[in-house]
Structures are given as structure tokens and as C-alpha cells.
């Protein structure tokens, strides 16, 4: 089927600009000169019109012209001369650069006459970037398709479609009924020989810069040549039936001359296809230029009024309002007209400026917080190093009444450090009130607190003290997850989910709390007054008698700190309740041994505690160890915790749990005596004793001896 060319691409509904804007045929007191409809027209068309030199009248006045160029001699010979009236009208287009396509249709028939021909033909020869008119089509009659109002030349309908194959121009239903395509033509089958013998039509329509038209995959053509083509081709081929005597070679002749006829079409067709585009490309650079221009009119004004180019650039105008900027492109912008149109674009304008102000005001509150960060920061430097992971985030500072002053203060003028040097005196003040506050908040949440006040403060260096923080436990932070007392929460007050979310603080935890109160209690301690110091002192060695162990599987020996951890985690349903076993000393040292240094020291999350050298780059433990003892401080023998510190983050690495098995449970007495010694399976330690020691028949007691793992526990009694 064709498509409709008033829908789609080209069709002039889906543009805001009016096809009349480069439509050239129209009244042209509507339309100023210099429109894009001179564009489509190409003046250089007309002015490629020769005449010779005008012969005056005794009044002054031109009588007629003689032809310069007239070699039609079908028409007329060389001494026939231009009736004086069409001259003048033709003159009076080429020298105001009036197109001919702006001339009143009372003048055209004028232009009709065979007095012209020439002259038609000299104008397309003039200018090679025009197509000339298909065989059998004259010049006046091409300049018309060209250049003429697009309307229906059967019922007058507009949004017609050019057929540049046989000069005429159809409206959709027009075409519908006098066109037809191979797949819809069904009285022609899609391989009979009479399609490559019908010109097909080359249909096109432009829409200032938009242009579309029928592929070769869908290539329409007139109902009647089909009809007429198959006709000839049956007449043919019956008389080549009936062997009729030159039939064969008329037929030939036929084809061939039907086949130079379709080729020349398709040639012809390439030619248009090219100027369609150029003129589309003309259109659309000069129609960008007109409105370009307009719109730079229309910036200068709204700087006039205190805006900038780049709201102007930026804002989106609504189509109401850039409707009227294409139609008047070509008109001037005087205060009146501005006047008018301001109401429609300013409000788009409007809204920019304010995103603008916005965003700077933005930006200019960014850059003041980070003006007082820097000012906490180098007062940070200043404290002493084993304090800075017990300091307030940054955000705290930031929303105090001393710095939010600053912060927001209504002008435009920067923030600097020297205005910030008054407030900066309140920061020890301020940091000192916010850990009374954090302190008293962590300390009201523990069951001893419950019903004192003010609470004890004391309670936060208890085993039990535990607490989480929720957004770590729904993350892969795992440190967040069990804080036990005040030395472990306060580092991570600083974790930045606490500044908006899970009601900014941490939370109690009262499965580390349980956990916490059964492990004190298996040591045999008080849980209201054992220190979370005292049970890291002991270094003991726990298991968890919830877990499932057997003579095959191994379990987890863990420091009491990851027992709390792990019956944290582990909310099903084997660990409602925590039981724990304790390892004897031989097993703890086996376990200790086999565990290895703790890997936090491998860190970078070190530095001095006598300078705030390491203050922006920390360093490894082991590295600052070596570093310290060569330090300007003249200590021989470094020690953690009061010459070197670690700086306790929110992602402080984990120790791995050490594997455990309950049949290693031998101690080889015949290698040498250690603080930590090996514990075998009873397979292994015959082995062992057999090939290192060359014993072959070891006796227990003397040569290796059975030892108590568990030294106490809630485990229950083995099967």
C-alpha cells in the first residue's frame, strides 16, 4: 500500500513550522523576502534567464527585448521578440530577487507562452544543480512541479505527492486509486515480464529539511500502464504464437525500447533524488541561520534583564512559545514584540536561573564544610594519636551551633580558616560533650542502666557491654556486628550509615550480651563486674558446643570476642540458646600456635602515638615497630598501645577461627619440651613416633601420653 504522505516522517504534523514557511508559491505580502522559500526556489534559477539588451521607447519606457539565447526553432525563430509586458514581468522578478515561484497567479499564464521556451530552457541549462525535465515534459511544466504549490492536480487537495517520473502530483487518495504497488496488483503476477517494462514512479515530498520516497523494494506505479504494458506484452506473445512473421523481432524492439525507457527513469530519478537532498540541506541551513538569529535576539534581551547566556541556552522552551520564534525568524525583534513574547519564555528562563542559584548555593555550602573539616582535621592532628579513633565524625562538628553559623551564612563570600578560628577554640569543648553524650546514650542501653539515672558509665568497660550496628549487620562490614564495651563502639560511632539512618546511633545486642554473660560465667567470673580487659587478658580458647562436631568433622576454636561474634550470626535454631566449652591449657597452646599473630597487624592502620607523623599515611604494624624503635623519640623497645597505637576503623580485619578436632588429644613425649607442643590423633602419633623417633612399639605414659582437652563446658555428654 502507499503510505499516506500527510503521517510520518516529511508528512509537515509532526513539525511546529508551518509549510507554508517554505512553500514558494504563496502571496508575498504574508512572507518578507529572504524567507526559506527564496532557498528552495535557488535564485540563481532565475537570474540564469538571458536577454539581451532592453530597447527603449521614445518614452523611456523598454518595448520589447530581443532573445540572447532563443535556439528553439520549433517555436519560434530568432527574430521574435518577448511581448513587452511579460519581459517586465519577468525583469521586475529577476531584479527585486523575487522568485518565480512569488509571482501572482494572474501573472503566470504569461510566463506560459511559447514566446519563453527558450528562455526556460536557457534558465535550466544555466544552472546545473536543477534537474531537467523528464522526455515529453516541457520546461514550464517542470518549473511547476518543482517549484509550484504542492496541491493534488485532480482534486486540489494540499500535502500532495510529487512524481518525478511523470511530472504530476497526486493527494494520497488520488494515488490510491490511480497507483498500485507489484504486491498489491494482483491481475500481474509479481514474475511476469511486464514490470521491467513500466516506468515506475518516483515519488517524493519535502518538507523543509524532511523528505521521504518509495524504495525500489516498494516501487509504485500507474494503474493504467500496467494495464497498457500487459496488454502490448499479450499481444506479442500471441502473435509470436501464431508465428506471425516479424513478431519475434517487433517484441524484441518493444523490450528493448521499453527497458532503455525504464533506465533513462531510473537515471533521471538519481538526478532529482540529489537535488531533493541539496535543497533539503539548503533549507535547513538556512532556516538553523534565520533562527539562530532570532534566538540570539532574543538572549540579548533576557540579559538586558539580568539573566545570563546560559540560562537562556539551557532552558526549554514550550511549543507555543517556539512556534512563534520559527515564524518570526525573518522579522526584526523590536521591544513590542518582545514584550509579547516574554510571558512564554521567561518562566522556562526563570526555572534554569533558579537551578543555577541552587547548585552554586550548593557548591558554595560544600566548600565551606570542607573548610571546617580541614580546621576539625588539623585539630585532630594536634590531640594525641590514641585518641583520634575516639573522635566525633566530622558531621557532628559541622551541625554545631558554633560552625552551622558560618556554614550558612546568607551571603556569597568563601569560607576561610581565619574565620573559622574563633569557633575552632570550642572544639575541645565540643568533642568533650560529645562523648558525655554518646557515653551516657550507650550506657542507658545496658539491662544494669535500666532503671538509673543518670546511668553508670562504668558498665560500658563490661564483657557484657555488647552492641551492633544495623547497618553493618545488613552489609559486609563484619566489625560493626559485635562492639563489645567502649573501646569497641566508640571507634565506630564514625561509621557514616549512623548520620541518616538506624535512628543514628548503635544499638544493644542482647544475643552478644547473652553470649558475652554465658562465656564470663563459664571462667567463673561475675558478669556485673568482670572487665571486657580481664577476659582479653586470659587469652583463652572457647568452643561452641552448638555446632555440630563429630569423630570425622573439625570445629572452630575461637577468642571469646569471635564467640560473641559467632552466636551473633548465627540465628538458627541450633543456637537459641549459648553453651560453650573451654579449652585446658595444652589444647589452647596447640590452638594458639597453629593460629599465628593476629593478622590486624598487617594493617595499615598504624602510627606514632608521641606525633602525628603518620596522621595522613598510616602505616603496617610491623613496619612502624622497626620505624618506631629508630624514631626521634629515643625508644630502645617500643610498646603497643603507648609507643605505636592502632588506629581502629569501621573495617578492621577479622581473625580466622582455627580449625579443632577432638581426636588430637596426644602429646608426643619424646620431642623436645616447648611453651606450645603438638596435639595428634593416636593414628598420627604412632606414625610420628614411628618415623621420626624410630620407635616401634610406644607405650603410653612414656613415650607420648593422652591429654584433657576441654577443661570445662555446657557440652552435652558424648554418646
Not at 527585448?65 to 535556439?71: G, L
Not at 522568485?99 to 541549462?125: C, D, I, Y
Not at 522556562?348 to 550548593?362: K, P, Y
Not at 605414659?701 to 582437652?709: F, R
Amino acid at each position: 500500500m502507499l503510505r499516506d504522505p500527510s503521517v510520518g516522517p516529511g508528512s509537515g504534523k509532526i513539525d511546529d513550522t508551518p509549510f507554508s514557511a517554505v512553500q514558494p508559491v504563496h502571496d508575498t505580502a504574508t512572507e518578507p523576502s529572504g524567507s526559506a522559500g527564496d532557498a528552495r526556489v535557488d535564485m540563481d534559477f532565475l537570474l540564469a534567464y538571458q536577454f539581451a539588451p532592453i530597447t527603449p521607447s521614445s518614452s523611456g519606457e523598454p518595448t520589447e527585448v530581443r532573445k540572447n539565447v532563443f535556439t528553439d526553432d520549433d517555436h519560434q525563430d530568432e527574430n521574435e521578440v518577448v511581448p513587452s509586458a511579460n519581459f517586465m514581468t519577468v525583469w521586475t522578478l529577476i531584479t527585486t530577487k523575487r522568485s518565480l515561484a512569488r509571482a501572482k497567479r494572474a501573472q503566470m499564464p504569461s510566463l506560459e507562452g511559447p514566446g519563453f521556451v527558450p528562455t526556460w530552457a536557457a534558465a535550466f541549462h544555466g544552472n546545473e544543480s536543477l534537474p531537467n525535465p523528464p522526455a515529453g515534459i516541457s520546461y514550464h511544466k517542470w518549473a511547476d512541479v518543482l517549484f509550484g504549490r504542492l496541491n493534488c492536480e485532480t482534486c486540489g487537495a494540499a500535502f500532495a505527492v510529487i512524481d518525478f517520473t511523470f511530472a504530476e502530483r497526486r493527494c494520497y487518495d488520488c494515488a490510491e486509486k490511480a497507483l498500485t504497488t507489484m504486491d498489491d496488483f494482483e491481475a500481474c503476477a509479481p514474475e511476469s515480464i511486464a514490470w521491467t517494462l513500466i516506468k515506475p514512479c518516483y515519488l517524493s515530498v519535502l518538507f523543509r529539511s524532511n523528505f521521504y520516497h518509495f524504495t525500489p523494494d516498494n516501487e509504485a506505479f500507474r494503474i493504467a500502464d500496467i494495464t497498457e504494458t500487459m496488454e502490448l506484452v499479450r499481444q506479442y506473445e500471441r502473435k509470436i504464437a501464431d508465428s506471425e512473421e516479424g513478431a519475434k523481432e517487433a517484441y524484441d524492439a518493444f523490450k528493448s525500447s521499453r527497458l532503455a525507457m525504464v533506465q533513462s527513469a531510473a537515471e533521471h530519478k538519481e538526478v532529482c533524488d540529489e537535488w531533493i537532498k541539496q535543497i533539503s540541506e539548503d533549507i535547513d541551513s538556512d532556516y538553523q541561520a534565520a533562527y539562530d538569529k532570532s534566538y540570539n535576539q532574543i538572549t540579548r534581551y533576557f540579559i538586558r534583564d539580568s539573566y545570563i547566556r546560559a540560562d537562556v541556552s539551557q532552558a526549554s522552551f514550550p511549543t507555543d512559545a517556539t512556534t512563534i520564534i520559527k515564524a518570526s525568524r525573518h522579522r526584526r525583534w523590536t521591544k513590542s514584540r518582545w514584550n509579547r513574547i516574554k510571558p512564554l519564555l521567561e518562566p522556562a528562563v526563570s526555572q534554569i536561573r533558579e537551578e543555577r542559584v541552587r547548585a552554586e548555593r550548593l557548591a558554595l555550602i560544600d566548600a565551606r564544610e570542607k573548610i571546617v573539616r580541614d580546621v576539625f582535621s588539623k585539630f585532630k592532628e594536634s590531640t594525641l594519636p590514641a585518641t583520634w579513633s575516639y573522635q566525633p565524625p566530622a558531621y557532628t562538628i559541622l551541625g554545631s551551633e558554633h560552625f552551622r553559623g558560618l556554614i550558612n551564612d546568607p551571603s556569597d563570600l568563601p569560607l576561610t580558616a581565619e574565620k573559622c578560628s574563633e569557633a575552632a577554640e570550642h572544639l575541645p569543648q565540643l568533642v568533650e560533650q560529645w562523648t558525655r553524650e554518646k557515653m551516657c546514650q550507650l550506657a542507658s542501653f545496658l539491662p544494669s542502666n535500666a532503671s538509673v539515672d543518670p546511668p553508670n558509665l562504668f558498665d560500658l568497660d563490661l564483657a557484657t557491654s555488647v552492641f551492633h550496628c544495623l547497618g553493618s549487620a545488613r552489609s559486609s562490614i563484619k566489625a560493626g556486628r559485635c562492639l563489645i564495651g567502649w573501646d569497641g563502639a566508640a571507634p565506630h560511632l564514625r561509621c557514616g550509615a549512623l548520620q541518616n539512618y538506624w535512628d543514628r546511633r548503635l544499638h544493644f545486642c542482647q544475643r552478644g550480651f547473652d553470649a558475652a554473660k554465658a562465656l564470663v560465667e563459664l571462667l567463673e567470673l561475675d558478669p556485673a563486674t568482670t572487665l571486657a580487659r580481664d577476659v582479653d587478658f586470659a587469652d583463652h580458647r572457647f568452643l561452641c558446643a552448638n555446632c555440630p562436631s563429630s569423630e570425622s568433622k573439625w570445629t572452630k576454636a575461637m577468642l571469646w570476642r569471635d564467640c560473641v561474634l559467632h552466636f551473633i550470626e548465627s540465628e538458627d535454631d541450633s543456637h537459641t540458646v549459648p553453651r560453650w566449652a573451654l579449652l585446658s591449657p595444652v589444647a589452647r597452646d596447640d590452638v594458639k600456635r597453629r593460629g599465628g599473630a593476629d593478622p590486624y597487624v598487617y594493617d595499615s592502620d598504624w602510627c606514632c602515638n608521641h606525633c602525628p607523623a603518620h596522621w595522613e599515611t598510616s602505616v603496617i604494624g610491623l613496619v612502624l615497630f622497626a620505624i618506631a624503635r629508630n624514631c626521634n623519640h629515643e625508644i630502645g623497645h617500643p610498646v603497643e598501645g603507648l609507643d605505636f597505637i592502632y588506629f581502629v576503623s569501621t573495617g578492621r580485619k577479622m581473625r580466622q577461627p582455627v580449625a579443632f578436632s577432638e581426636i588430637a588429644e596426644y602429646l608426643c613425649h619424646e620431642c623436645p619440651s616447648r611453651k606450645a607442643r603438638r596435639l595428634y590423633p593416636l593414628i598420627s602419633l604412632l606414625r610420628h613416633l614411628q618415623d621420626k623417633h624410630t620407635i616401634r612399639a610406644p607405650v603410653e605414659g612414656k613415650n607420648y601420653k593422652k591429654v584433657q582437652l576441654v577443661l570445662q563446658s555446657t557440652l552435652p555428654p558424648r554418646s
